[in-house]
């Protein structure tokens, strides 16, 4: 009778633990009319909604599972209630008495700084929030790891998928915009407007931008991560003409647009093979040396001399891991001067969807 007791008391603790609103303030965690402030994004609003979807499925299925959870989500709260105590980067500034940093200063340093690791020059904000991201990414794999094992119903792990991935896009969404403020090929504007994106995702851990372009990029991630390349005569084509019929006109006008710039073909090669420029090219001369009419999987990984990829249960992980390889690579061809892609093709179609959306906004200002 005791046990009994117990056990039931600890069920009330964890029902009464785990009420979001007790974690989260209103929507988006930001008060539109308060100016001054700063907090981080916790939980937009649509990850509130299944976050509280998966509290109530589990309340009754997994009690010891939701204690875990609500756990978790506590530990989120409370880390960006801490970033938050730290000087906006939104308001003016005065550092040592002397130096006084805005807004408008920081997007020139931004704009203005060129090679090397930025670490030790951003704000204090910009490297804590990056930390909140990767736990808050986490907290979202092991729910959706809870979810598979407590069974859930396909629609609800496709939705837990894809809110996984959108924090991993926002994570990718700083490596992208500091790539992109390197290139000084990009119109003033543009970069200016990367710089002001960037500083706000700092800030709140949330951006508009990345919003706006992760279902395609989710859909371009997952199509490419459903094809096993062909190889082939290494040229992409088979691969290329998968990807774009299963995805939207966003993608389309990309392809069609930007396809001629070598950056972006090259770029693309990478994506599809899964192959850096340079194996592409050692292939390449391979099939020219030995006049092959194609090349198969085997072939390829034993001319490479590499075991073939094993594939594996999806895990958000695995695609970042990827994007991080042909970004490193890109950065050491550009810092070096070396042939081969200087940007990602992530690099590539953000700057192809700002491009859009200035013209858009133009033709909309002359329009009126």
Known sequence: MENLENQQNKEELVFQSVALDEFFEDDQYVEKNDEYNTNIIVLSPKERELVDMVFERLRTASPEALENISARMTDLERLAATIARFPSLLQKQVIAEQEVRTQESLVK??????????????????ILGKGFLVAKF?????????????????????????????????IMA??????LLGDTSIADDIREQIATSLIILWEHRNDQTVADIAPVLEAVWTVRDKIVPAFGTMVGTSELLRLTIELDEQW????????????????????????????????????????YLSISRDDVYALLGEHIP????????????RYTVRRDNARARSRMNLEGPHKT????????ILEQNREKQHNDAYAD
């Open 109 to 126: 340093a931004l704009l203005d700084f060129k090679n090397g690791d930025r670490m030790l020059h951003l704000p204090t904000k910009a």
């Open 138 to 170: 986490h907290a979202f794999v092991s729910i959706s790891k809870t979810a598979r094992i407590q069974h859930f119903n396909k629609k609800e792990l496709e939705q837990l998928r894809t809110a996984t991935l959108r924090v991993m896009f926002t």
């Open 174 to 179: 700083e490596d992208v915009y500091l790539s």
């Open 252 to 291: 389309t006008a990309f392809i069609k647009t930007k396809l001629e710039d070598s950056d972006v073909s090259q770029s693309l090669e990478e994506f599809l093979f899964g192959l850096s420029f340079e194996q592409i090219g050692f292939l390449k001369n391979k099939i020219k040396e030995q006049k």
């Open 310 to 321: 094993v594939d594996v249960e999806f895990d958000p992980r695995n695609f970042y891991l």
């Open 345 to 352: 093709l992530e690099d590539h179609f953000v700057k192809f």
